[in-house]
């Protein structure tokens, strides 16, 4: 059979169209479930930092890293703004030889200095602070 007056023949016409709903609705629920996922491990996380025992211990600090997001938000009328982030985080060695990161504000990422020594508190992965030795 020929296509007619615009009109395809053989099913295949509104295809494309008949699959545009379901696949707005799997990315959609894609999204949601990511965001209940996250939001269940960030729960989990933050449990079991307050189960986790608060500990200070002798640390050196080993390395600092910065990590810069930028996020681009769009209106309605093509107006875009841009906001970015920076996240901070601070590798400690334990006597041990073992070394564990965290995440630490602006503030105490910038008052810390590699080879800096001094006793790291700490509960789960949840940084607490350090006291540096002085001397």
């Known amino acids: 059979m020929n296509v007619m007056d615009g009109v ?5 016409g509104n295809s494309l169209f008949d699959f545009a ?28 930092n307050e189960q986790s025992p608060r500990l200070s211990v002798p640390a050196i600090v080993k390395s600092k890293r910065t990590q810069v997001s930028r996020h681009t938000h769009m209106n309605g009328d ?3 703004s841009h906001h970015t982030s920076t ?6 060695e334990f006597e041990s030889g073992d070394r564990t990161e965290f ?33």
């Open 21 to 48: 709903p379901i696949f707005i609705f799997i990315v959609f629920a894609i999204v949601i479930i990511s965001i209940i996922v996250n939001s269940v491990k960030g729960v989990q996380q933050w449990q079991e």
């Open 78 to 80: 093509n107006m875009h």
């Open 87 to 92: 996240s901070y985080f601070v590798t400690f």
């Open 103 to 135: 995440k630490v504000s602006g503030k105490e990422y910038g008052l810390l200095a590699e080879s800096d020594t001094g006793i790291l508190t700490f509960q789960g992965t949840r940084y607490l602070g350090f006291e540096r030795n002085v001397g």
């Open 8 to 12: 395809s023949v053989g099913g295949f």
